[in-house]
């Protein structure tokens, strides 16, 4: 029997691994069905899951007063269709207004903002600190009309991300009622069927898992909403139009580590340019002191040191899953990442630490 050095091992299984994504690219017009597929199964169980752990603490806080999961869950599912009802009764139709009015208006922002560059450029106070032979204003217009296009087109494919969910809603809810109901018998299943001698490992990891997921997104969550408050007293103070819709994508969008706050910004920043050059000045001051606020006070008490991960970090892994899976990618690397790296731990530890310390 033929026995393999471990570098010719290492390089046969590289060499296979590519082998398989060079055959996968040839012949991945076959796999569109099934990845139409896979995406509507995927997209149901990520948002259930997502509601799960933000869910999960309630239905632990009821049995603590003695009321039976099934009763918890049901008493919960009525409480989120009673919210439910309310912001579709009461805050869509503010936002749909917005946003129709938005759109309307949309083509005269270009125009409007042309104008208010050409006030800002006769300005003292600016041409004291900007002298206009040194500087090319219309170079600003043209990175601004830019940053509205991408913002646009970006603020698209969220909405259309968003609206995708309706094919899916009556899916999650089914999910979702099993999750909470039978969610917490998942490891013990996976603990059973592990090797015996990997078992207390595997509880561990499994613990680990559900600790970081919890976290990061019942924290995440808490983080967005403190956010959109902060940038919702600003934006009504300054009185800048359309303040609850922006605010709203605001918050949606910055569930995307910096990518989010920063596309986000864009519309804001070009919608207050639109009403004034102060408004401007006055919303992207909000938006600065609201995100130091986030990152400096809240995400700090909120997250503590569970979520250690360099802002470098973040910002690599965010860009190239949005360069590989888009926007559902970009949302989901970041919890996708710490348990990996959960993983990555645990495999050195019990496999590479000791040859490792030994070399």
């Known amino acids: 029997m033929i026995k393999f050095t471990r570098s010719i091992q290492i390089s046969l299984l590289v060499s296979l691994l590519l ?29 259930s899951a997502f509601l799960y752990y933000l869910l999960r603490p309630v239905v632990a806080l009821m049995l603590k007063y003695k009321i039976k999961r099934i009763f918890s869950i049901l008493i919960l599912f009525l409480i989120l269709g009673a919210m439910l009802v309310w912001f579709v009764l009461a805050m869509l139709p503010i936002l749909q207004r917005q946003f129709i009015s938005l759109l309307e208006n949309a083509p005269s922002f270009f125009e409007t903002i042309g ?18 032979n040194n500087f090319d204003w219309s170079t600003v217009s043209n990175y601004i009309n830019k940053g509205l296009t991408s913002a646009n087109a970006y603020l698209g494919s969220l909405f259309s991300f968003i609206s995708n969910f309706t094919i899916v809603l009556f899916i999650t809810p089914i999910i979702l009622f099993f999750m909470l109901k039978d969610g917490e018998k998942l490891p013990a299943v996976i603990v059973k069927g592990s090797p015996k001698r990997f078992k ?54 910055n569930f995307i580590p910096f990518v989010g706050a920063i596309v986000s910004s864009i519309p804001i920043v070009i ?42 970090t973040t910002i690599i892994v965010v860009l190239a899953a949005g360069k590989i899976g888009g926007i559902i990618a970009m949302i989901i690397i970041i919890p996708a990442y710490l348990i990996i790296k959960v993983i990555a731990t645990k495999v050195y530890s019990l496999f ?8």
């Open 200 to 253: 207390k490992d595997v509880k561990e990891m499994l613990g680990e898992f559900d600790n970081v997921l919890s976290n990061f997104i019942v924290g995440r969550v808490l983080v967005n909403l403190a956010l959109g408050v902060l940038m919702y007293i600003g934006f009504l103070i300054i009185d800048l139009p359309y303040a609850l819709l922006l605010t709203t994508i605001a918050v949606i969008a």
């Open 271 to 312: 919608v207050g340019l639109v009403n004034s050059p102060s408004t401007a000045i006055w919303a992207l001051v909000i938006i600065l002191v609201a995100q130091q606020i986030q990152d400096n006070f809240i995400a700090p008490y909120i997250f503590g040191k569970q979520l250690n991960i360099h802002p470098l």
């Open 19 to 47: 082998l398989i994504v060079f055959l996968y690219s040839k012949i991945s017009h076959l796999f569109v069905p099934l990845n139409g597929l896979i995406q509507t199964i995927f997209i149901p169980i990520l948002l």
């Open 352 to 359: 590479l630490k000791e040859k490792w310390e030994s070399l």
């Open 115 to 132: 104008k208010q560059l050409a006030v800002l450029q006769e300005n003292d106070i600016i041409n004291s600190i900007i002298p206009a």
